[in-house]
């Protein structure tokens, strides 16, 4: 038996109908999906964000009230642990941060940020980590510290040679004068050496606007200049 042509019509526009419907529940599915995403993307970065600067704060205060009372910490000797085969594996895998270190400013640049000891993942959410290994600051040698490009050492972007860079600690103020920058691979742990100078090294990824892990670091070079 042969259907009208009405009903010949309608059967694929039924069709049609049924699967934009379907499209439409999944593009549907989809943005509420992204959505979701977007929020706890939205939510970690706040929280993030929220939490380094809640213990930059606490850090701060802490500091600056042991500076006032004039107690001063006692100095650590340089640790006999061995500096990591190369500086993209001391990001992540160098043990929490436990130690207050002191607090680097440069002021031309508007860096201010509290530094702790180790460069482990967690250290250097909330801080900028010294490096174990390298001397501490009063001590001989080299003091090497590391941070993020994407927030507290974002504004080394802009350091020049000249540059002043006090380090203050709980006992004495170190000031600093950039020498030069380099970029250099991953792999160069001769950054974080001891030269005949005392020194500080700037350490971060580079470039500061690159997407995903960085394939170069960037570093500062300054001398001691008190």
């Known amino acids: 038996m042969r259907l009208a042509p009405w009903r010949q019509a309608q059967i694929p526009v039924n069709a049609m109908n049924s699967r934009r ?3 439409t529940k999944l593009l549907g599915t989809t943005v509420a999906a992204l959505r979701i995403v977007g929020c706890c993307a939205l939510l970690y970065c ?3 964000v929220g939490d380094a600067l809640f213990t930059q704060a606490r850090l701060a205060h ?3 009230r042991t500076r006032s009372t ?3 910490a006692t100095t650590r000797p340089i640790t006999t642990e061995p500096i990591a085969s190369d500086i993209a594996t001391s990001f992540v895998a160098a043990p929490k941060a436990r130690a207050a270190i002191g607090r680097l400013d440069i002021p031309r640049i508007g860096l201010s940020a509290m530094v702790l000891e180790g460069v482990g993942s967690r250290t250097l959410s909330v801080a900028v980590g010294h490096f174990p290994g390298t001397s501490n600051p009063g001590q001989p040698g080299n003091v090497a510290v590391a941070g993020h490009r994407d927030t507290f050492f974002r504004p080394l972007r802009q ?3 000249g540059d002043e860079i ?4 709980s006992a004495q103020d170190y000031h600093y004068r950039v020498s030069s920058v380099e970029i250099v691979d991953p792999s160069d742990i001769g950054v974080l050496k001891s030269h005949e100078s005392d020194e500080l090294t700037l350490i971060t990824c580079y470039p500061f606007s690159y997407i995903g892990r960085a394939p170069k670091r960037f570093i500062v070079h300054a001398v001691l200049a008190n």
Do not use: Q
Request: no cysteine; hydrophobic share 40%.
């Open 21 to 23: 419907n379907r499209e």
């Open 46 to 48: 706040i929280f993030s």
């Open 62 to 64: 802490r500091f600056d």
């Open 70 to 72: 004039g107690v001063t």
């Open 159 to 161: 350091i020049a040679p």
């Open 166 to 169: 006090a380090f203050e600690t």
